[in-house]
Nanobody
Framework: QVQLVESGGGLVQPGGSLGLSCAASARIFASSTMGWYRQAPGKQRELVAQFTGGGNINYADSVKGRFTISRDNAKNTVYLEMNSLKPEDTAVYYC?????????WGQGTQVTVSS
């Protein structure tokens, strides 16, 4: 069982920046997929950004050029840097890990973009 602990998030004005981090309680293997999803009120959960097992990085079209995903393998941690935030980025952001055919989720962290 892998625990994912998210931190960061909060309230930011439009155009501002925010960072999220997700620390896993166990080693993350290179073959795993790890990244971020988000869910806005009344909407389905959607992919934001992820590292795939093949070593690729995927971004949602809506965040390309504004968000950057990174990782620290030594710390088993994935980060999401969010710039030029928009009100439509408001959502609960969840960390996700798919490892050895099992999917794990963090508890979620709220990001609110509002003036």
């Amino acid at each position: 069982q892998v625990q994912l602990v998210e931190s960061g998030g909060g309230l930011v004005q439009p155009g501002g920046s925010l960072g999220l981090s997700c620390a896993a309680s166990a080693r993350i293997f290179a073959s795993s997929t790890m990244g971020w999803y988000r869910q806005a009120p009344g909407k389905q959960r959607e992919l934001v950004a992820q590292f795939t097992g093949g070593g690729n990085i995927n971004y949602a079209d809506s965040v390309k050029g504004r968000f950057t995903i990174s990782r620290d393998n030594a710390k088993n941690t994935v980060y999401l840097e969010m710039n030029s935030l928009k009100p439509e980025d408001t959502a609960v952001y969840y960390c996700n890990l798919v490892q050895w055919f099992r999917s794990y989720w963090g508890q979620g962290t709220q990001v609110t973009v509002s003036s």
